[in-house]
């Protein structure tokens, strides 16, 4: 009740007349406060969550251990908005989040938005925006606690998350030579949506795919249970597979013509492609086929795809040329 | 000794030769990842950590409840490189969020920072924005523990903050009429020392306020056990009592010449001057002269500058003008 009443007297507050067309310029700082947590007040009672907005920190209870992560969305660098809608940039910013809760088998409970906003953003975009946020947190049942606001110079948001920690720790280390690579579903889709899109294609399961990402909350967790090591693919396979390789102290050997291409994807695609969202996980010998029955039960396919070895790096016979990738500084 | 290995074959594979003048576009993605990990490899084993940079998600561990906050420092709106050193930026990006959790009563535990970095920024610059980081970490007894780095246009630090939460929870809402409301330590400083900045003075209490403030943790954890509403002073005191009215749905009057003022600040920059990290509270009044000598105890001032009365809004008896304040967006 003391909440209802709150969002009353922050709509009586709000500018009058704040239309279509309307800029957050016009309803200032603390109106644009109001008006978040006036979309923000349709969530649903989280049991987890003790205290939301409207106070300097959110309050959560989970037990156990809690997974932490923080992820961004930048305009300009990881989307146009002549390609992306307000609401899929609101689910894509999300989603890379939940996406590192899922690379750790956890569950999504809690997440702060800070936001950077250009003066002249439109408010009917920035709703468009937070409706795209609010689809992706009841998507995958986690809350939005708080988070801030600053002008800038180009729309960024800054998402943390914080989750629910499997009683069975899985990260990055722990690949032992032997294992072998798996990884879910088929890759290569976000990249050839985006190609799709920059060719002037506007649908398709590829350019759906490059547009709302599907972390792999569900697999993970099961995964998680069989891997000796796991991550997301964030940063195309290779370079994944990489960072287990690096923090395992072990060689990664993937077989290029064993990776599953998404549909309209071709293998250099899937090999480095980047916002799947799917997981790459390396999983004992003797625990891989009960892992792959697993995943069936839960309709998610597990593919293997090479194995674990004694040295350093990854490894793709018969693939020319240096690891596919993406580097935001523009480097190797 | 896993990390220590980890970090050793990280220095390895940097580019080689990156010196004082070397630009982060030059280490690249991976490599500025692999200068942070080393950076923050000097942080002490925290007990509630158990995983940290290296892995999707960092991992911990926070009995009872745990506080969560959001904050940013974004270059051109919360500080110019000119007036700030980098160590002073990094600094003030992690005491703004210390101090919700401060304002929270809590104690901050692990943080998660999420960059925006233009490739031309110097190495050099970025390491001592890291030094300013830790060197808030050690005074306040958390831990660095991931984020995220992403190119821009500008230098923008968004940093997640969780804290431990404390028995009796405490927060903006719960103000009743006839509290009295309360700021420990003296107002103005922080504005008062950005105005010595923009006329050349570059040192003085005022200016080291501005440059390095201090959130009132200690006092948050002492003030929380005798407020009925509590909040910190980032906005300045008359809006951010303005807070604690619109949750507690009560009407805040402060007493202009009653509020305790830094030397060298005005009435109206203690009234306004934002970023200041002393806490506003109100107390019921038959708890209010064990909550000063509770503080005096600890060597923190704890005023009574005014009172809650029924009805909205903050009154500031004898002033003239609007309510001093400051707005991101230029509007009221």
Redesign the interface.
């Known amino acids: 009740v ?1 909440r209802k ?2 969002v009353k ?1 922050a709509e009586a507050s709000l ?1 009058r007349r704040l239309g279509r067309a309307a800029l ?9 406060i109001r008006l978040i947590a006036r979309w923000l007040s349709v969530q649903k009672r989280d049991p987890l969550l ?2 939301g907005i ?9 037990r ?9 969305l ?1 305009e ?3 989307f146009r908005r002549e390609w992306t809608s307000a609401q899929d940039a609101g689910w894509k910013a999300l989603a890379a989040n939940v ?3 899922a ?2 088998g ?1 569950k999504p409970v ?1 997440a ?3 936001l ?1 906003l250009p ?1 002249e953003t439109q408010i009917v975009w920035l709703k468009a925006f937070y409706s795209g946020l609010l689809s992706c947190t009841r998507r995958y049942g986690l809350s939005l ?10 729309l ?1 948001a ?1 998402i ?1 998350l ?2 629910e ?1 499997p009683r069975r ?1 899985i ?3 722990g690949a032992r030579p032997g294992d072998i690579v798996a990884v879910t579903g088929k890759l290569g889709g976000a990249v050839a949506g985006l190609q799709s899109l920059a060719r002037g294609v506007r649908a398709g399961p590829a350019v759906k795919r490059h547009r709302h990402p599907e972390p792999s909350v569900r697999a993970g967790q099961v995964l998680g249970r069989y891997a000796s090591a796991m ?2 693919i964030s940063d195309g396979l290779a370079r994944d597979a990489g960072h287990i390789a ?2 395992s ?1 072990v060689k990664v050997v993937i077989v290029p013509g064993a990776v599953p291409t998404f549909p309209g994807a071709t293998v250099e695609m899937a090999l480095g492609g980047g916002e799947e969202y799917e997981l790459v996980a390396t999983i004992p010998r003797r625990r891989f086929a009960a892992a792959v029955r697993a995943h069936s039960r839960i309709g998610i396919m597990l593919t293997g795809i090479g194995e674990v070895r004694r040295g ?1 790096g990854v490894v793709l016979p018969g693939h020319p040329g240096p690891l596919p990738g993406f ?6």
Chains 1, 2 share one sequence.
């Not at 409207?54 to 989970?62: K, L, P, Q, S």
Request: charged share 20%.
């Open positions: 003391a009443e709150a007297r500018p957050v310029r016009a309803a200032g700082e603390a109106g644009l003790v205290k409207g106070d300097d920190c959110a309050t959560i209870r989970i156990g251990r809690q997974l932490l992560t923080a992820d961004s930048v300009g660098v990881h996406s590192d809760i690379a750790a956890g809690a702060l938005v800070s950077e003066p606690v708080g988070g801030n606001v600053s002008a800038g110079p180009h960024a800054h943390a914080v989750g920690a720790l990260g990055r280390a991550t997301d690096e923090e102290g350093r580097d935001h500084f523009g480097a190797g």
